[in-house]
């Protein structure tokens, strides 16, 4: 059964850093593309970065380049998340998605989410 | 970037009915789109990838269509289990992959 489950959420000051992680099981996690996707309180669903199999390709949203760093260790089955210079507006659940099995980037499986709240 | 706007926002409808759910995107986007389900304090469930290809485990109720910038999401003969928000996602572009902004199926 494929699993993701994320850790690392939590209240956080505005200019602080946080690292979400999410940890794979039930699955080959070296094989996939690898997402993190954030919903705002009562918004939508935007994907934030993503991560090719080997971690030498790598995509951010423009709202986040620069502060937020996506990385992986396949031999820990696990994804990250680096979080710095944090702004209210990143306030959201985080989710942890795979790559689905057919071309092209969509995502079959989610995490729980983790809940990061910027706030003073 | 690629805008992905969905419509209606809500959806009032009643069990046994007939829902379809539009999906334009703002350039050519092959059939390279994907629709997904969300239930309050879940996480969203994938229903169709590729435009039509339905997800395994997903109930044949559920049909996606369309090329290029229209696309359709139609659930057949609505079920109690299917109130909830579906939302939209392009893939032609990787960077960045956008979501449509949902839209919500509630009871009638």
């Known amino acids: 059964e494929v699993q993701l489950v994320e850790s690392g959420g939590g209240l956080v000051q505005p200019g602080g850093s946080l690292r979400l992680s999410c940890i794979a099981s039930g699955f080959t996690f070296s094989s996939h593309w690898m997402s993190w996707v954030r919903q705002a309180p009562g918004k939508g669903l935007e994907w934030v970065a993503n991560?090719?199999?080997?971690?030498?390709?790598?995509y951010h949203v423009d709202s986040v380049r620069g502060r937020f760093t996506i990385s992986r260790d396949n031999a820990k089955n696990s994804l990250y998340l680096q979080m710095n210079i944090l702004r209210a507006e990143d306030t959201a659940i985080y989710y942890c998605?795979?790559?689905?099995?057919?071309?092209?980037?969509?995502?079959?499986?989610w995490g729980q989410g983790a809940l990061v709240t910027v706030a003073s | 970037d690629i805008q992905m706007t969905q419509s209606p926002s809500t959806l009032s409808a009643s069990v046994g009915d007939r829902v379809t759910i539009t999906c334009r995107a703002s350039q050519s986007i092959s059939s390279w789109l994907a629709w997904y389900q969300q239930k309050p304090g879940k996480a969203p469930k994938l229903l169709i990838y590729m435009a039509s290809s339905l997800e395994s485990g997903v109930p044949s109720r559920f049909s996606g269509s369309g090329s290029g910038t229209e696309f359709t999401l139609t659930i057949s003969s609505l079920q109690p289990d299917d109130f909830a928000i579906y939302y939209c996602?392009?893939?032609?572009?990787?960077?960045?992959?956008?979501f449509g902004g949902g839209t919500k199926v509630e009871i009638k």
């Open positions: 996602q392009q893939y032609n572009s990787y960077s960045p992959l956008t």
């Open positions: 991560i090719n199999q080997d971690g030498n390709e790598k």
């Open positions: 998605a795979r790559d689905g099995v057919a071309a092209g980037i969509y995502f079959d499986f």
